[in-house]
């Protein structure tokens, strides 16, 4: 612990020298026109300061990372403002400004225009309210206004079109362009500034423009799902009759929640979201609201558990610790229709779950102690599997090199978080079941360039560094993180003759798949090996042709087209190769005299069936 506190005094130190001890940099700013050009820098107050700017290059000595500012001054615009040093433009297209923080020694040069070379036309743009919105396209230029008559200037050639919304949520009454009324596109207009000569915006709706509110409800049940209704925050006391607002006034319905269940909610015939608790709607037309809303019932559903004695049953989620009880079987659970509509299973301590669904949806993964179901209906039913650890069985944990792993070493089981393990050097033991596997490993330390774990003498392989471990019991698990293992080793390829690596799915060896088989083959430790050896099994790519050679000999593929090989340490090559290049292995000559059948893979066969085969040294086909 001292020396984690050191390590941080020693960061905090650090920064405080930095800071005490700014690094300074030199900034050269070349002006075309300083009538036009402002420059700015931040000072150790993080102000900005005025510098004084000539035309041509301006050197500035500023500390880094603090802001540098280049403005256009008034009636002016900047053009671009170019990084000499790195060679591209931070800045096009007539802005009012460029700031950035640079960090070491940079040059800019800059360019600037007259406001009146660049904005050529003109319209006029009266407003009641100077809070608007008002943005040109193509600059994206913001238009600060006063209340009454604007003059806005604009570059015809970028700026085509002017949009006008308002400041907050309450739209504007009417927008007029030489008097013709503009149409709204939600709360956003849209002016072509070619065609713009007079533009008007009243945002303020006159007191004499009022609109009709009704509503209309489904049921009379539906009534008691509006708690409240108000207009601009005051309430209306009788709202089950029509009543006036004022146009651009925002209409607030609240609505009961908590005990009903909104099955309809209309706006003039369309269906809208009510969301939960208060709908808000600013009222420019009359509105008629249809509600439909019955109280909350229950719903029921049906659960099924194996052994009620494995989970803990939650109506909602655990920490609600609303327990349901249930028995072996079928249960029938009822739920509030008002709630989450969730239930919840939790593993007991000591068990497991394997599975939790609706049929249709698997809600358990692996590794999860629980697993909740949630939107439930009416009617729907949920199975639930689950089991008791049963840790009858035992391996031999052998570490090598355990203080190499200095960062972490983590060796626990994928369906139980919980159960896992720091071996230590040398001899360990590991009590497990079928439920724990697969165990995944993985471990780190600045010694550790890659880890080698071997199960009964064959190595597993690892992917992207974690390994996925599968065993059985009396099993032998040796983690090598030091190489002790390396001159004992043995290695068998497997070489593709004439085949791509794509044409096999996968490779499966006692312990789990091996990912890396095409680059580090299949390694093991011989005098882990009996006689018997081992298995593996391999896959085809799906429509893929493939055969295998153990030890130059063709082998034949089960009935799903996978391929079983006992390997033994006295086998010298496994090879892939293309089964059309196997016809040249069969001797012509003596399948015409002994009468024996070959594939066209050269495997001898007693019987053919259907498909094509080497026959007294001709090829046929067998129908």
Not at 44 to 49: K, M
């Amino acid at each position: 612990m001292k020396k984690i506190y050191y390590f941080i005094l020693t960061a905090l130190l650090s920064v405080v020298g930095m800071t005490a001890k700014a690094q300074t940099i030199t900034v050269t700013v070349d002006v075309d026109d300083a009538n036009r050009v402002g420059i700015q820098v931040q000072n150790a107050n993080y102000v900005l300061e005025e510098q004084t700017v000539v035309t041509g290059k301006n050197v500035i000595t500023m500390d880094a990372y603090k802001q540098l500012r280049i403005y256009a001054k008034s009636g002016a615009l900047l053009s671009t403002v170019k990084d000499v040093t790195n060679g591209w433009d931070v800045s096009t297209g007539y802005k009012s400004e460029y700031s950035n923080n640079p960090y070491s020694d940079v040059t800019y040069s800059v360019t600037s225009v007259s406001e009146d070379a660049v904005y050529t036309k003109s319209f006029k743009l009266t407003v009641d309210d100077p809070s608007i919105n008002v943005t040109l396209t193509g600059s994206y230029r913001g238009i600060k206004l006063t209340a009454g008559e604007n003059t806005v200037k604009y570059d015809p050639q970028t700026e085509t079109q002017v949009m006008i919304s308002p400041y907050g949520g309450k739209p504007l009454y009417k927008v007029t362009d030489g008097g013709n009324d503009v149409t709204a596109q939600g709360n956003t207009y849209y002016v072509e500034l070619s065609e713009a000569t007079d533009i008007n915006v009243k945002a303020a709706w006159p007191a004499d423009v009022k609109f009709k509110v009704s509503f209309v409800f489904g049921t009379e049940e539906s009534k008691n799902f509006v708690s409240s209704v108000s207009v601009d925050g005051t309430p209306v006391n009788d709202f089950i009759n029509s009543f006036e607002v004022q146009g651009g006034s925002q209409l607030s319905i609240t609505g009961n929640n908590t005990e009903y269940v909104l099955d309809k909610f209309l706006k003039n015939g369309s269906s809208e979201y009510f969301g939960y608790g208060q709908y808000n709607s600013y009222i420019t037309g009359d509105v008629v609201f249809g509600i439909t809303a019955h109280k909350y019932g229950t719903i029921k559903v049906t659960l099924n558990i194996d052994d009620p004695a494995n989970v803990t049953v939650y109506d909602g989620y655990e920490y609600n610790n609303k327990i349901i009880n249930v028995v072996a079987g079928s249960n029938t659970v009822e739920l509030s229709e008002g709630g989450n509509k969730t239930i919840t299973i939790k593993a007991n301590e000591g068990c497991f779950l394997t599975s939790v669904s609706d049929g249709t949806t698997e809600y358990f993964y692996s590794g999860s102690t629980s697993a909740s179901v949630y939107n439930l209906q009416d009617g729907m039913t949920v199975t639930v599997k689950s089991g008791k650890k049963v840790r009858e069985k035992e391996a031999t944990v052998l570490v090598y090199g355990r203080e190499k792993a200095s960062w972490y070493f983590n060796f626990a089981s994928e369906t139980d978080r919980y159960y896992q393990f720091d071996f230590a050097e040398g001899n360990g033991s590991l009590k497990f079941g079928d439920s724990d596997l697969p165990f995944n490993f993985g471990c780190g330390g600045p010694e550790i360039s890659e880890s080698t774990v071997f199960i009964n003498g064959v190595r597993a392989h690892a992917y992207y560094g974690q390994y996925k471990l599968f065993f059985d019991n009396g099993a032998t698990i040796i983690i090598d993180l030091d190489n002790t293992t390396l001159n004992d080793r043995k290695t068998l390829n497997i070489d593709l003759e004439g085949v791509e690596a794509s044409v096999i799915s996968k490779v499966e060896i006692p312990n789990g798949e091996a990912y890396e088989w095409a680059t580090k083959g299949i390694t093991y430790l011989p005098e882990w090996m009996s006689s018997v050896g081992f298995d593996i099994t391999i896959t085809p790519a799906a429509g893929a042709v493939m055969g295998v050679k153990v030890d130059g000999t063709p082998i034949d593929s089960d009935a799903e087209g996978k391929f079983n090989v006992t390997l033994t340490k006295d086998i010298k090559s496994l090879a892939i190769y293309d089964p059309a290049t196997g016809i040249t292995e069969v001797n012509a000559e003596t399948a015409k005299t002994n009468g024996k059948i070959y594939t066209v893979a050269g495997v001898e066969v007693k019987n053919a069936k259907k498909g094509l085969y080497i026959i007294n040294g001709k090829a046929q086909v067998v129908k």
